[in-house]
């Protein structure tokens, strides 16, 4: 009996061990599991914060795996089907597989990778992720408090560069010249005007409709409502400052909601008493006229859209490949010296780096990201986050995306991701309510 109580006793210790392996190695995995919401909020705020100067941009890529891992990991053990295709997957499948097969066979390049990565796969990623994500009210509303905390962050970010209070900054590589575009306007961390301004946009639809909703009120609401139009300003963007405006009027003439026209109404007040603020300083108002004469940028697209259209001419059925326009436009271009041109409209690249095929993919999509806005609603969800106001609103957020799109390319992962997990949102409750039917 003492041999076998041994043999009994070792048996078990040597089964401990295994488990108590397994367990350590389970355990981050679980723990990334059990809160999906944050884990997908935390991998918008890397794409939102990272470094530029980042090797092969560790720090949003990281989050972007973990994420992965964790919500696929989740859909595994609830027994979820982890991939549903949506009418908009099929086009995003096709550009994706046009801008692969543009990079397969060339030397391996992390710049090109990396912009292949924020233009199609992460949005594109995020778009069907966050279908499984975001299932309750509770999860809409974190996404919702995200948006206005980032959209705080912002605003501040420009307020503070419009003042000059740039020991306020923070990432600091904002302030760095050597990086990014437009080091004398209000960029954010995203080092680029006319991105900081879309997001800047597309978050102020977004606390607008929490404050139709309740869930954003009082000195909160005014204080971020106050703040957006000044850092609308900030950004010193022409197509910023005339798709903000399109914004503002588009939702006073098309709200039903009283509430929401009368705080779209607050923000012109503001716009105008900001503006008068600015032209009251003879340096910024000085600022402020020369952007707007400034005949230099115009000046430099038409040079651009001329070249870019006749590269098209050249290639119209397969394009040059992808991120191959900046290098070959210059051939293409007077008048400039430059060793890399960037065409500064989405739709043009497309074309001429995809042909006709790729801007025709992209209208697609665009078309199906549009219907969604029209999908039915599950009665449970008809006063939560993606309640019928939101459906309202989707075609203008789709606008003030379009809209800028034609004066930048939008290689913005965070930008990209934002519109993309919110399009991933509608398409998830379309499919609820048509499992509720």
């Known amino acids: 009996?003492?041999?076998?109580?041994?043999?009994?006793?070792?048996?078990?210790?040597?089964?401990?061990?295994?488990?108590?392996?397994?367990?350590?190695?389970?355990?981050?995995?679980?723990?990334?599991?059990?809160?999906?919401?944050?884990?997908?909020?935390?991998?918008?705020?890397?794409?939102?914060?990272?470094?530029?100067?980042?090797?092969?941009?560790?720090?949003?890529?990281?989050?972007?795996?973990?994420?992965?891992?964790?919500?696929?990991?989740?859909?595994?053990?609830?027994?979820?089907?982890?991939?549903?295709?949506?009418?908009?997957?099929?086009?995003?499948?096709?550009?994706?597989?046009?801008?692969?097969?543009?990079?397969?066979?060339?030397?391996?390049?992390?710049?090109?990778?990396?912009?292949?990565?924020?233009?199609?796969?992460?949005?594109?990623?995020?778009?069907?992720?966050?279908?499984?994500?975001?299932?309750?009210?509770?999860?809409?509303?974190?996404?919702?408090?995200?948006?206005?905390?980032?959209?705080?962050?912002?605003?501040?970010?420009?307020?503070?560069?419009?003042?000059?209070?740039?020991?306020?900054?923070?990432?600091?590589?904002?302030?760095?010249?050597?990086?990014?575009?437009?080091?004398?306007?209000?960029?954010?961390?995203?080092?680029?005007?006319?991105?900081?301004?879309?997001?800047?946009?597309?978050?102020?639809?977004?606390?607008?409709?929490?404050?139709?909703?309740?869930?954003?009120?009082?000195v909160k609401a005014a204080v971020v409502l106050a703040s957006l139009p000044i850092a609308i300003l900030a950004t010193m963007t022409r197509a910023v400052w005339l798709s903000f405006a399109g914004t503002v009027l588009a939702l006073i003439f098309l709200s039903k909601n009283r509430a929401l026209r009368l705080a779209c109404v607050g923000l012109v007040l503001i716009a105008g008493l900001g503006l008068l603020v600015v032209l009251s300083s003879h340096e910024a108002a000085g600022a402020l006229s020369d952007r707007l004469e400034e005949r230099g940028p115009v000046d430099y697209r038409q040079a651009v859209y001329a070249g870019g259209w006749e590269m098209f001419l050249q290639r119209p059925l397969a394009g040059w490949g992808f991120h191959q326009m900046p290098a070959e436009l210059p051939r293409h271009v007077t008048g400039y010296n430059e060793k890399v041109l960037y065409p500064h409209n989405t739709y043009l690249e497309l074309l001429v780096e995809h042909g006709v095929v790729g801007l025709a993919l992209y209208f697609w999509l665009m078309w199906e990201m549009w219907r969604l806005g029209r999908g039915a609603i599950p009665d449970d969800e008809k006063h939560g986050f993606l309640d019928p106001q939101f459906h309202r609103m989707w075609p203008i957020l789709l606008a003030v995306y379009w809209l800028n799109a034609s004066m930048v390319v939008m290689s913005y992962q965070f930008v990209n991701g934002l519109l993309f997990t919110m399009a991933g949102m509608l398409a998830a409750q379309r499919r609820r309510a048509e499992e509720s039917c």
């Open 1 to 218: 009996m003492p041999s076998i109580s041994l043999r009994e006793s070792g048996s078990g210790a040597a089964l401990e061990f295994p488990v108590w392996v397994c367990r350590v190695f389970l355990s981050p995995l679980q723990a990334l599991m059990a809160a999906p919401s944050l884990l997908f909020l935390a991998a918008l705020t890397a794409m939102l914060l990272r470094h530029p100067d980042v090797a092969f941009y560790e720090i949003d890529r990281a989050a972007f795996g973990l994420l992965i891992l964790g919500v696929v990991g989740r859909a595994v053990v609830l027994r979820q089907r982890i991939f549903v295709l949506e009418r908009a997957s099929w086009p995003m499948i096709g550009l994706t597989a046009l801008a692969v097969a543009g990079v397969l066979g060339r030397p391996f390049d992390c710049e090109t990778w990396s912009l292949l990565a924020s233009k199609f796969i992460v949005p594109f990623a995020l778009f069907h992720l966050a279908g499984l994500v975001f299932t309750t009210e509770r999860r809409f509303r974190q996404f919702e408090a995200f948006a206005l905390v980032v959209l705080a962050y912002l605003s501040f970010t420009a307020i503070a560069f419009l003042v000059g209070a740039k020991s306020l900054i923070f990432p600091r590589f904002i302030l760095d010249e050597s990086l990014g575009f437009h080091v004398d306007r209000a960029r954010g961390p995203l080092l680029q005007a006319v991105a900081n301004g879309v997001s800047l946009n597309l978050l102020g639809v977004l606390a607008l409709h929490a404050c139709q909703r309740g869930s954003l009120r009082g």
